[in-house]
């Protein structure tokens, strides 16, 4: 199974969910996901680590999430464990270079991530107690 | 049972130097030495590196002394600068919200916290005496859906104090040898509220290994015959799970994502070998204009959940319940291994302890609809708002919030608003807003000085402790 990308596991857990990963850019773009009755079928891609630009998708219980920056402690780390929902932070593809850098500018990192991930078909695996992983679903 | 205890009371063992929770040091003002990790041993390097007796247990006496040495001053600065580092390095990597401006309206608020709240807590202390405030504290013994917890309390010296300090120190706006008597009045208000609620001569939960067990007995007494059993698995337990995680949601959000929502105290170990967390989630404050969909969802202000652990079953190595009241556990996740809950309604912030009911779990359904819609409806007003106005209604969320428990509660409150100008924003702050996106300096300085504990700098030694001047150029 290829792996796309890992990051830091929010919190260990046997679920194992699969779905289409969907960037969320603005509230707008989430506002319409919930809107579209189908946050079901995704896997969501996020910029940040903060839990409020997420809120609506949260509390209508989305699949699975993966974060470009933020660790377990940020408060999306926190939330995602408290609704059981894995979600995989500070993600990057572990055959490239480039990594997040807090308070650096992170521009085209995330331009390489979101280009990576979003559209594909995934599995989030988050199992381990450290390490999470964003697996290519054929 | 208790031969099988997990092995988190290892941590509460005199020698034991606990976990580490993270990769990351700290080196803050000690360079040249070693440095700092997080966690219990953590607490005590930090304590043995202090000139003063003002990180052990202090007694009545010495926090009704008004004044603090500049040595006493200098550790609770270096304490309270790795605490922070402690609690928040990690969630600092979370970057840009996507909604809320955060990191540009906590650096405004830091620097308006210091600036402004001197006047108004020196007016509080004069108005009701230090012993007053010290009772203030003393009075979240014995109370649930309570703002005067560990995070509101913490923030009056970490946050007015600590961060608001280092912020104008990196803006360049004032220096080391400055606001000696002002830093006292803030650090003094914190020690007293603190010492008064812990009673244990204590005033923060790191220099107890994370515990915050400020509940009597004879209180939680009157609580837990609420408890519900819940077997993992079950409906009722994703009903309950559901529950806590939306309402701390809302919790969050009408926080504007910061931690002022939230209260947890604990781990109070049962006789069962169990532990419980008592955990407040304050989802519609009053004060704020935007919580006013929160009323129309009929949300109370505070719902507070009894949490029920089996240690034992989890192979719970460390619980933390931190200065800012979240709880954190290796292994992470704890929520399986919920065994027994509870939850209670405090519908508005002084609503008497007499009149909080529970709510059986069976019956939560509507009041997680609710909460889901004042959710939303809170989600779409707020990407509604400008940039300016996330981020003025967020220095609010900071700057009002982190003492308005307290005033409320010295009676106080009424008076800050209409002598002391409570709600205005301070003109030097007004014009920080242009300065503090040039250069990164919300965004990449200030996190900077603030996590690395470089913005810290200590009184110099021989200060005056009533130097109160802000310097010009």
């Known amino acids: ?138 | 049972m208790i031969d099988h205890m997990a092995g988190y009371l290892k941590r509460y063992e005199p020698d034991d130097n606990g976990l580490r929770f993270q990769d990351l040091v700290y080196q803050g003002n000690f360079k040249g030495m070693e440095p700092v990790p997080d966690g219990i041993l953590g607490d005590k390097i930090m304590r043995q590196r202090a000139k003063s007796k003002v990180l052990e247990k202090v007694s009545h006496q010495d926090v009704l002394r008004d004044n603090f040495t500049i040595d006493e001053l200098n550790d609770l600065n270096n304490y309270l600068a790795w605490n922070i580092w402690d609690v928040l390095v990690m969630r600092a990597t979370e970057g840009v919200s996507g909604m809320i401006p955060r990191q540009e309206y906590e650096i405004l608020a830091f620097m308006h916290e210091f600036y402004r709240w001197p006047e108004i807590l020196r007016m509080t202390n004069d108005e009701v005496g230090a012993q007053a405030i010290i009772d203030i504290g003393k009075s979240a013994r014995r109370e649930i859906g309570t703002k005067v917890n560990c995070v509101h309390d913490w923030c009056i010296g970490a946050v007015g104090f600590g961060m608001g300090r280092c912020g104008l120190l990196a803006l360049e706006v004032i220096k080391p040898q400055d606001f000696v008597e002002e830093s006292n009045i803030i650090l003094k208000f914190m020690q007293r509220v603190l010492w008064g609620k812990r009673q244990d001569g204590y005033i923060l939960n790191s220099q107890d290994r994370y515990r915050c067990l400020i509940h009597d007995q004879d209180f939680l007494d009157t609580l837990t015959p609420q408890l519900e059993e819940i077997e993992a698995g079950s409906e009722k337990h994703d009903a309950f799970v559901r529950f806590n995680a939306t309402a701390e949601l809302l919790a969050f959000l009408d926080h504007y994502d910061c931690r002022l929502g939230l209260g947890d105290t604990g781990p109070y170990p049962l006789p069962d070998g169990k532990v419980l967390i008592v955990r407040d989630l304050f989802c519609n404050e009053e004060v704020y204009h935007w919580s006013d969909v929160c009323d129309h969802e009929k949300v109370p202000h505070a719902y507070t959940m009894l949490v029920v652990l089996d240690a034992a079953k989890m192979g719970l190595e460390e619980i933390r319940v931190n200065d800012i009241s979240t709880t954190f556990t290796r292994p992470k996740n704890y929520i399986p291994y919920i065994t027994a809950g509870a939850v209670f309604v405090r519908e508005k912030w002084n609503t008497p302890m007499s009149e909080v009911y529970s709510v059986p779990i069976k019956d939560l359904a509507p009041r997680l609809h609710g909460v889901q819609q004042a959710t939303l409806k809170l989600y779409t007003k707020t990407s509604r708002m400008s940039r300016r106005q996330l981020i003025t209604n967020g220095m609010y969320d900071y700057y009002i919030e982190m003492i308005l428990p307290h005033l409320r509660l010295a009676g106080t409150y009424e008076k800050a608003c209409k002598e002391y100008d409570f709600w205005e924003i301070d003109h030097r702050i007004s014009d920080y807003y242009y300065d503090i996106t040039k250069r990164g300096f919300a965004q990449a300085t200030v996190p900077q000085k603030i996590f690395s504990g470089e913005g810290y700098l200590p009184f110099p030694d021989n200060v005056d402790p009533r130097r109160s001047k802000y310097f010009w150029d």
């Open chain 1, 1 to 138: 199974m290829t792996v796309l990308a890992e990051g830091y596991n929010a919190f260990e857990t046997p679920k194992s969910p699969t779905g289409v990963v969907k960037y969320l850019g603005d509230p707008t773009a989430v506002i319409a996901l919930i809107s579209s009755g189908k946050l079901q079928d995704h896997i969501i891609l996020a910029q940040g680590g903060t839990t409020t630009f997420l809120s609506p998708a949260l509390t209508m219980g989305c699949l699975g999430v993966i974060t470009l920056s933020g660790a377990p402690e940020s408060h999306l780390g926190i939330l995602s464990r408290e609704f059981q929902i894995p979600c995989i932070m500070t993600a990057y593809q572990p055959n490239t270079e480039t990594r997040y850098v807090t308070g650096g500018n992170n521009d085209e990192h995330f331009k390489q991530m979101i280009a990576a991930l979003d559209g594909k078909k995934v599995r989030l695996k988050c199992d381990h107690h450290d390490v999470a992983q964003v697996l290519l679903e054929d």
